[in-house]
């Protein structure tokens, strides 16, 4: 069964700082998603990281992927306070479609 | 861009009511879940189609049924609610086309029916 990890579960930051979240998942994977999910609302699609070493990145976040570690992690840089949302990586294993989520990071960036 | 459209924001319904909760697409997606959303237990997936009249089990399928009649529509079936289905429901699609383009099955979601079941 495959199960996706994120850490931290919870993140207070302050503007302007730098922090990593990430995300363990135990079985074989060539696909990871993150997506951001704010107060009330749906969740839409970050990022699509489909190879080992790959990185993308949009404005003060950038997300990477180690296939070998199983290991994703989506850094934030300078953070602002627009940040503050849920983020959630999920793992969909080869051909299997369906994506399985960690259970989310509720990052909130203070002044 | 691709609209993923939930019938119902918010639903209030009886124990033992038979729901309907309703999702359309209109990016001729080939691929649909239903997912639910919990404080402290994520995102779990109930159901999902690869096409038009195939289903399959997610994860938590039990006390639920699915309906895929045409390919822009899945439908989620309550057949007989109960309390500890109170919960947020969302729906979501993703396309074949995405994986050949190299973008990798990203799910769109809708805006999510909150269903309190009293």
């Known amino acids: 069964e495959l199960k996706v990890e994120q850490n931290p579960l919870f993140l207070s930051m302050q503007e302007g700082k730098n922090y990593t979240i990430y995300c363990n998942y135990s079985?074989?994977?060539?696909?990871l998603y993150w997506y951001r999910q704010d107060p009330g609302k749906s969740l839409e699609s970050l990022f699509v990281?489909?190879?080992?070493?790959a990185v993308k990145q949009e404005g003060r976040l950038m997300a990477s992927l180690d296939t070998k570690a199983r290991l994703s992690t989506l850094h934030i840089t300078a953070a602002v306070h627009d940040l503050s949302a849920t983020y959630f990586c999920?793992?969909?294993?080869?051909?299997?479609?369906?994506?399985?989520f960690g259970d989310g990071t509720t990052l909130t960036v203070k002044p | 861009d691709v609209k993923v459209t939930q019938s119902s924001r918010y639903l209030v319904k009886r124990t033992g009511e038979k729901v309907f909760l309703e999702c359309v697409q209109d990016?001729?997606?080939?691929?649909m879940f239903w997912y639910r959303q919990d404080p402290g237990l994520g995102l779990r997936l109930i159901y999902f189609?690869?096409?038009?009249?195939?289903?399959e089990k997610g994860d938590i399928p039990e006390g639920y049924s699915v309906s895929r009649e045409k390919k822009e529509r899945f439908s989620l079936i309550l057949e007989s609610a109960s309390t500890n289905q109170t919960s947020m429901y969302l729906c979501?699609?993703?396309?074949?086309?995405?994986?050949?383009?190299?973008?990798?099955?990203?799910?769109?979601f809708g805006s999510g029916t909150q269903l309190s079941v009293l």
């Open positions: 189609s690869y096409d038009v009249k195939m289903k």
């Open positions: 990016m001729d997606h080939e691929n």
């Open positions: 990281l489909l190879s080992n070493g």
């Open positions: 079985t074989t994977s060539d696909r």
């Open positions: 979501a699609s993703s396309s074949d086309r995405d994986s050949k383009e190299g973008v990798g099955g990203r799910l769109f």
């Open positions: 999920a793992v969909a294993p080869t051909n299997a479609g369906k994506s399985t």
